[in-house]
């Protein structure tokens, strides 16, 4: 019963997240966006990511997760506000269930991203320290108060990386 419950909460929340991303069409179309704000919605909705967007494994949203991220490097309109805020909203849902390795990889890819989601790199700043010292040490959404947040939060090897 609990491997039931369990699989059936993995399709809510694999579901979830497709909803979120693919249904969000509409908050482009209001008055004032141009239809290129949608451009990046557009092409995950006609993406093979779909397929793992509704995939009910971990491993599912581990890969989409990773794929979302090298996606939104390539396209500009990750820095449009209103579909930056949707983003951060499910790369941080995504990589808080992801496991370790999947999180280094997406440290090591985002370090150096200006577009990245500043939760999210605030999330990978306070993880384990082989995680977060990319982060700490390239990411230019830090800014001395959030270096300030990890002195005071974080362990030792954080401190001495935000001292370097």
Known sequence: MLRQGRAVGERRQGCAIVKLIFTQRAAFSRPGLTSSGAGIVNALAAHPLVDLAHGRSKQDR????????????????????????????????????????????????????????????????????????PVIRSSPLLQDDDLLRILVKAAVEHQIEVAR
């Open 62 to 133: 581990d890969r989409l997760l990773l794929a979302m991220v090298d996606m939104c490097a390539q396209s500009e309109d990750v820095r449009r506000p209103e579909l930056k805020a949707l983003l951060g909203d499910v790369f941080v849902k995504l990589a808080s269930e992801a496991e370790r390795e999947i999180r280094k990889a997406l440290a090591d890819r985002l370090a150096c991203a200006d577009w990245a989601p500043k939760a999210l790199i605030d999330i990978l700043a306070l993880d384990e320290i082989e995680i977060a010292r």
